[in-house]
């Protein structure tokens, strides 16, 4: 059985995206960020850095933490969502590297000053809006000539959209970037997706065992 500790947030789905879309049973260990759950000792030990998501895979006796190698790990265990060929493999690999050292911090940051830090501060927020949005055209140039970011759908695709769907919580607009929407809309219709970002429910919604699609969570 695979093991995912996880909460309601971009890199989260990430995680249950990819795994929805393998269509592999998988039980969800809800992960409440608000109580502190991601700092306790039993969390510590499978990841140091404490922070979601986390895997274990009970047949391999594998943990992983950094959703990107979470990611990459499923994909590479289950042969799917990676391109086999290495022309392919490679593009994959950049593109879910752009999201992890790209997109994630600029726009983490940009949420972050527009949301929640104590003091305005108008610097930052333009600053990393701004950056956002840059990378946010760079996808967009990417995706005029493609319809994927490399070729076919794959774990890059998965992880850069849970970070750009959010961008109305970033503030940071999508206007005139007509393939970065298009490619937005095509991936948020996909059934595998929708259940992805369900699960886990927000955290206060979710009962003790709620059961999604092929997963299983609990508290």
């Known amino acids: 059985m695979i093991h995912i500790y996880t909460s309601a947030t971009p890199n989260g789905w990430k995680a249950t995206v990819t795994l929805e879309e393998l269509e592999i049973p998988y039980k969800v260990h809800a992960i409440d960020l608000s109580e502190g759950e991601q700092h306790t000792e ?7 850095n404490g922070r979601i998501p986390v895997l274990h895979d009970d047949e ?5 933490f950094e959703s990107g190698a979470l990611m990459l790990y499923l994909a590479k265990k289950y042969g799917k969502l990676v391109p086999k060929e290495e022309r392919g493999y490679w593009q994959c690999l950049q ?9 994630g911090p600029m726009q983490g940051q940009a949420v972050v000053f527009e949301r ?12 990393y809006k701004n950056e956002t949005r840059r990378l946010y055209e760079v996808l967009d140039k990417r995706l005029s000539t493609v319809d994927f970011l490399a070729g076919d759908y794959s774990i890059a695709d998965i992880a850069n959209w849970c970070w750009v769907k959010t961008h109305r919580w970033a503030r940071v607009s999508v206007e005139g970037l ?3 929407q298009r490619w937005i ?4 219709e996909r059934p595998q997706v929708v259940r992805g970002i369900a699960i886990p429910p927000p955290a206060g919604t979710a009962s003790k065992q709620v059961r999604m699609g092929s997963a299983i969570t609990s508290k």
Do not use: H
Request: charged share 20%; glycine share 8%; no cysteine.
């Open 178 to 180: 007509e393939n970065l």
């Open 116 to 127: 929640y830090f104590s003091k305005d501060v108008p610097e930052a927020k333009l600053r």
């Open 95 to 103: 593109w879910l590297m752009f999201q992890m050292g790209g997109i």
């Open 60 to 64: 391999t006796e594998m943990t992983v």
């Open 42 to 48: 039993e969390f510590l030990k499978m990841n140091p």
């Open 185 to 188: 809309g095509t991936i948020a």
